[in-house]
């Protein structure tokens, strides 16, 4: 006598029952099933004992893990808004099973969190370097949807932000260029959103890079704003943190700079130079030398000419090209003429037409210098050369 298919069915699930141990029947369908990848069947089973049993660990941690597989299935397909659902949703059971049994659950929910977050999170990433931001920006936002509160959510919203405002600043200067009142508008409105969002993620930060980056991020959209002092307290706030940072030190320069403070943004131009004075290594490559006339130009618009001349001459050990010592030579001339030191102002307009014969303004530093030392006749040839350009020029 044969025996019925439904009877062997039967027997096999109660055998493969007790393999699994005595648990809710359906917790153990629904294993059966996810151990032969028929993932819809499982979800279902697990459903089934949750509403049978609210606070059974296993069956959220096994919907969770169950919603992860098909969540990636979703993402290989294209299917984004799909996978989003399920990957949010297995998070909200791994964390729920972690919470009723943590010593059973709560370390293997948050390695697979983890898990789901990085396969996520370092697509993103590709898309990236790929080139493709958009992409990439829908990645981050989703691994940011699946971990918004552990460790790994700052890392994907850090991400997301800085796409936003690498964009953002791009259709700022479109629309202040263009004079397209609406575009920048719209444009304000994005970067206030964005100040909202950061807000927002701030308290969940621990890791201090990321909270630096982040503050960076704010104080440069306060900045595109014109909310230039907020941007400075932000950087100052950094600074007092990390006293050493040459990075702040050229944030809060320019920052200064901004506002019209030269001698203030050459002040922090100054502690970034002494700071590389210390630490030489540190600008082997000449990523700083920048600084030096960054810091001598502060100077010499805050009428600071002593210290600008000092500035502009360290600025000539590092300068690479004759375009730019011209223009070191100019100003400290210039400066020198505004200290009443005409010999050495005559010294450096030499220097400038030595390298420029037809230079407008060497010429007359040279004129006016003479003149006020006495010299007369070196003085009337030095304003005819100085006559003579300027009228070849108009």
Known sequence: MRMSWKILVVLSLALLAGI??????????????????MLPKAEACYRVALHDEPDNGEAHFQLAYTLSEMAKKHLADGQMDSA????????????????????????????????????????????????DSDAALEYYELAYQIDPHGENGPRAELNIVQLKYDKLSGEFRTAQTSGDSTALAKATEEAEDLLTRIDKTMPDVKDPD???????VKA??????????????????????????????????????????????AAFYQRAIDQIEMAPVINEDGRYDYVYSECARAYFMADEYEKAIDAFTMALDVAKTDVERLDFYDRIAVSWFQLEKYEKALEYAKKVVDLDPENLNGWQIQCRSL?????????????????ELRDANN
């Open 20 to 37: 699994y141990g005595c648990k809710h029947p359906f917790v153990n369908s629904g294993n059966i099933y996810l151990d032969q990848g």
């Open 84 to 131: 989003r659902v399920k990957f949010v949703a297995a998070t909200e059971h791994y964390l729920k099973a972690a919470q009723i049994d943590s010593a059973a659950w709560a370390d293997d929910a948050d390695l697979n969190i983890s898990s789901n977050f990085a396969r996520v999170f370092n697509e993103g990433a590709k898309l990236l370097r790929a080139g």
């Open 210 to 216: 990321t909270k630096r980056t982040f503050v960076e």
């Open 220 to 265: 440069a959209l306060y900045r595109m704003l014109d909310r230039g002092s907020e941007a400075r307290a932000l950087y100052e706030q950094l600074l007092e943190e990390n006293p050493d940072d040459i990075g702040l030190m050229l944030n809060l320069a320019r920052s200064q700079k901004e506002q019209g403070d030269y001698a203030g943004a």
């Open 371 to 387: 003149s006020r030392m006495g010299r007369q006749s070196e003085s009337e040839t030095a304003c005819a050369k100085f006559s």
